[in-house]
C-alpha cells in the first residue's frame, strides 16, 4: 500500500544513482567526476531529458500492464471479500453477520454486484499506482540528493490524483456492493437530486486513502525487496507472498480510518458531507468504529489479495519484460 518503488526488473527496487560530470575546469586537464551530492546540492540535470522519459514510460508500462493483469486476477478471486470489506464499513456490522446478511439478500451472487465496474475500475486503479511508482522513480533516479522514501512519496501523490479521475466508476461499484439491487436506484435519485457531481462523492476521501495506503505499502514493500535475500522457484514465489503480505497489513492499519470514511459518504442515500458522515459513523459506534470498522475483516481479506496481486505481479513482470527483450533482440537482428 507494499515506495506497494517498481523494480526495473522481476526483484529489484532499490534506486540506483548516477554521479553528474562537473565542469572542466580547464581546458587542459580532463573532467572529473563531481563528488557525491550532500542533502543540500543540487545534481546537474540529466544529459538526455528526452532518454529520461522514454525511460520512464517503459518502466511505467512495464510494471503498470502487470500489476492491471494481476488484479485482474485478484477481482475473479476474491472480489466476494472486497464486497464484505465494503458493507462492514458503511453498516458497522461483524465479520459473521455481514457474511450472513449478504448471503441472505442474494447468495453468492450477491458478494459479486457491481463486478464488471470492478473488472474496469480495479485494473485502472492498479494500473496508476504500480505505474506511478515505477515511473516517478525512474524519473527521479539522476536526483542523487533525494532520499527514495521522498520519491515514493511522489510516486503515491500521483497515484492519489490519478484516483479521483476514476472516482465515477468506483462510486457505481461500491454503491452497488453495499446497496444491493437497490444501488442503481439509490444512485440514480442522488443524481436527480444533486447532479452528475454526485457520483464524485467520496472523490476527495478515496484520494486521501489511496496516499494514506500507497504510500507505507510501497515503502514497505521496497524496504524489505531490497533487504531480503532473492530466491529462486518456490521460494521466490513466498518470498514475494511474505513482501506482500507485511506490506499490506501496514496499509490496512494506516488507511482504514479514511477508507471508512469514504465508503460510508459515497455509498449514503442522503448525500452526507464529509462531516456529517464522521459524525454519522462516531454516533453509531463510537471512534472506535471510525478507526477499526472492518480492520479485522479488511487485514485478513487484504493480507490474501496482497499475497495473490503480489505473486501474479511479479510473474506476470518477469513474462513482459521478458516478452519486451526478445522483440528487441528480434528488431536488431531484422536491421
Known amino acids: 500500500v507494499s515506495g506497494r518503488p517498481l523494480p526495473r526488473s522481476s526483484s529489484s527496487h532499490a534506486v540506483m544513482t548516477a554521479e553528474a560530470p562537473s565542469p572542466q575546469p580547464a581546458p587542459t586537464p580532463p573532467p572529473m ?3 557525491p551530492a550532500d542533502a543540500g546540492a543540487v545534481p546537474a540535470p540529466p544529459a538526455g531529458f528526452g532518454a529520461a522519459m522514454r525511460k520512464a514510460g517503459e518502466r511505467a508500462l512495464g510494471g503498470g500492464l ?7 486476477v485478484q477481482v475473479v478471486a476474491l472480489m466476494w471479500m472486497r464486497t464484505m470489506i465494503n458493507y462492514q464499513h458503511s453498516k458497522g ?3 459473521f453477520e455481514t457474511l450472513q446478511t449478504l448471503y441472505a439478500e442474494g447468495g453468492i451472487p450477491r458478494f459479486y454486484r457491481g463486478v464488471w465496474y470492478a473488472l474496469l475500475q ?11 511508482n515505477a515511473g ?3 524519473l527521479l533516479e539522476g536526483v542523487m540528493w533525494m532520499p527514495p522514501a521522498i520519491k515514493t512519496l511522489a510516486a503515491s501523490t500521483a497515484a492519489a490524483l490519478f484516483r479521483i479521475l476514476i472516482s465515477p466508476i468506483d462510486t457505481l461499484k461500491t454503491t452497488l456492493q453495499v446497496q444491493g439491487a437497490s444501488g442503481m436506484d439509490v444512485l440514480s435519485k442522488r443524481i436527480a437530486r444533486d447532479g452528475l457531481s454526485t457520483l464524485y462523492a467520496g472523490a476527495l476521501g478515496s484520494s486521501a486513502a489511496t496516499l494514506m495506503g500507497h504510500y507505507p505499502w510501497f515503502v514497505t514493500h521496497n524496504y524489505l525487496d531490497a533487504r531480503i535475500p532473492k530466491a529462486s522457484g518456490t521460494r521466490r514465489q513466498l518470498r514475494s507472498a511474505a513482501i506482500g503480505l507485511a506490506s499490506s497489513f501496514n496499509s490496512d492499519v494506516v488507511s482504514n480510518s479514511m477508507r471508512v470514511v469514504k465508503t460510508a459518504k459515497q455509498t449514503s442515500a442522503e448525500g452526507l458531507s464529509y462531516l456529517g458522515t464522521v459524525q454519522q ?3 453509531e459506534g463510537g471512534v472506535y468504529a ?3 470498522r472492518g480492520l479485522g475483516t479488511k487485514i485478513i481479506s487484504n493480507g490474501l489479495q496482497a499475497m495473490l496481486f503480489t505473486i501474479c505481479w511479479k510473474y506476470l513482470e518477469r513474462v513482459l519484460a521478458a516478452y519486451i527483450a526478445r522483440k528487441r533482440e528480434s528488431a536488431k537482428k531484422a536491421e
Do not use: E, H, K, Y
Open 33 to 35: 567526476p563531481a563528488p
Open 66 to 72: 502487470a500489476g492491471a493483469l494481476a488484479m485482474v
Open 93 to 95: 456490522l461483524g465479520t
Open 122 to 132: 480495479a485494473p485502472l486503479s492498479r494500473f496508476g499506482d504500480t505505474a506511478a
Open 136 to 138: 516517478m522513480l525512474a
Open 281 to 283: 459513523i462516531v454516533a
Open 290 to 292: 471510525l478507526f477499526f
